[in-house]
């Protein structure tokens, strides 16, 4: 079976609560949930894990190099828009990436406008909430397959 790793950054982990009108209101657990199912019907496993540090979530992305993860989605929170250590872990993973964000980046601050990792990802889904969950769920149990 397709295993697929979903990867959150930081500030992730207060989904629910921060911010609902960017964010919306599923909780973090209810978002992977919500992963989990889309894992499932696309044929998939999901494991997840969720990193407030940039190191420790460089370290699982390097991890996913060795054991038997077939594609990334990740929402790397604000390392997406500076995290070149982030960025070059991606690159050297050469399975199916896709990044994921819950609100639209780029209607946002203009910092949030540039991504350091869509450069080395499949893809980027950004301001579908959930929904862009289940795409890069998908997209991602598809590439792995392909």
């Not at 420790?56 to 038997?68: F, K, P």
């Not at 604000?78 to 896709?98: C, E, G, Q, W």
């Amino acid at each position: 079976m397709t295993r697929i790793l979903l990867l959150h950054g930081p500030n992730l982990s207060q989904l629910g609560e921060r911010d609902p009108e960017q964010y919306g209101s599923l909780s973090l657990s209810q978002l992977v949930d919500a992963a989990t199912e889309a894992a499932g019907e696309a044929g998939a496993d999901l494991d997840h894990a969720q990193y407030e540090r940039e190191g420790e979530l460089v370290a699982r992305v390097h991890l996913a190099r060795t054991d038997g993860t077939d594609a990334v989605v990740i929402n790397p929170g604000a390392f997406t828009h500076y995290s070149y250590a982030l960025r070059d872990a991606l690159d050297i993973l050469d399975i199916p990436k896709v990044e994921v964000h819950l609100s639209n980046v780029h209607a946002r601050e203009s910092f949030r406008h540039r991504s350091v990792v869509s450069a080395v990802c499949d893809g980027t889904i950004a301001g579908l909430g959930v929904d862009g969950y289940r795409a890069a769920i998908s997209l991602a149990a598809a590439r792995a397959r392909a």
